[in-house]
């Protein structure tokens, strides 16, 4: 399988525990993206690395969130202290920087979280 | 603010007909790209066809063709020949050229239901 390899797949935690996420891109794809998406609703972007270097975050990856790709190839998504509030499905997507696909953006399966 | 905005919360289509889901953007941007995706039930967003702001053709894929009238700020997705299979929910997607194309704004999609 050489798509976008997410996991765990599920995730059950109880509230103010860690979790971590792990998403491995599209071998060669430099870019890589994590979304968050909860029920009714589209993705919405959290953070977006270009090889190892995290160049853009939104206003929705609190101070409890931490991304990184510390070799340019696979990466990890942290979340401190859960809340219920986090409970949603983690996307992870990677695409080429430029050339005919880096218009794709491709996406993984998704992580779901439930906090209880 | 760029926004996208599907307004069909549910479509139904008879198995074989063709169907057309609804996408209107909002951005002042003269560079953009337009995406669509399905979800299925399992969580992983497929990629299926995209139109770049300046193509002068409509994008198609397959079975999937991309309806893009730029001036009245539209990018409907149509499928033909329904199938089963197509049964999903769909997420209109934009990328806007500030910030380096990365970050993806979705709609909050439309549930097909491909009926028998």
């Known amino acids: 399988d050489t798509g976008v390899s997410q996991n765990p797949r599920h995730k059950i935690t109880k509230r103010g525990q860690n979790v971590t996420f792990r998403c491995d891109p599209i071998?060669?794809?430099?870019?890589l993206y994590w979304y968050r998406q909860t029920l009714g609703q589209g993705p919405e972007f959290l953070t977006y690395?270009?090889?190892?270097?995290?160049?853009?975050k939104s206003r929705l990856l609190s101070d409890r969130f931490s991304a990184e790709r510390p070799k340019g190839s696979f990466s990890t998504l942290e979340i401190q202290r859960t809340e219920q509030g986090d409970s949603a499905m983690y996307l992870c997507?990677?695409?080429?920087?430029?050339?005919?696909?880096?218009?794709?953006?491709?996406f993984g399966e998704g992580s779901w979280l439930t906090v209880v | 603010a760029q926004k996208i905005t599907q307004t069909q919360p549910g479509m139904f289509v008879q198995e074989k007909e063709a169907v057309t889901l609804d996408c209107t953007y909002d951005?002042?941007?003269?560079?953009?790209?337009l995406f669509w995706y399905k979800q299925p039930s399992s969580g992983e967003m497929i990629f299926l066809i995209y139109?770049?702001?300046?193509?002068?053709q409509n994008a198609t894929e397959g079975r999937y063709s991309l309806n893009f009238q730029k001036a009245r700020k539209s990018a409907n997705l149509v499928i033909s020949a329904s199938q089963l299979g197509d049964s999903a929910m769909y997420f209109c997607?934009?990328?806007?050229?500030?910030?380096?194309?990365?970050?993806?704004?979705f709609g909050a999609g439309t549930r097909l239901a491909v009926h028998p």
């Open positions: 997507a990677s695409s080429l920087v430029s050339g005919p696909s880096g218009n794709t953006i491709y």
């Open positions: 071998s060669e794809h430099n870019r």
């Open positions: 690395f270009q090889n190892e270097a995290q160049l853009e």
């Open positions: 951005t002042s941007d003269q560079s953009y790209g």
């Open positions: 139109q770049g702001s300046y193509d002068e």
């Open positions: 997607a934009m990328r806007r050229p500030s910030g380096g194309y990365n970050k993806l704004i």
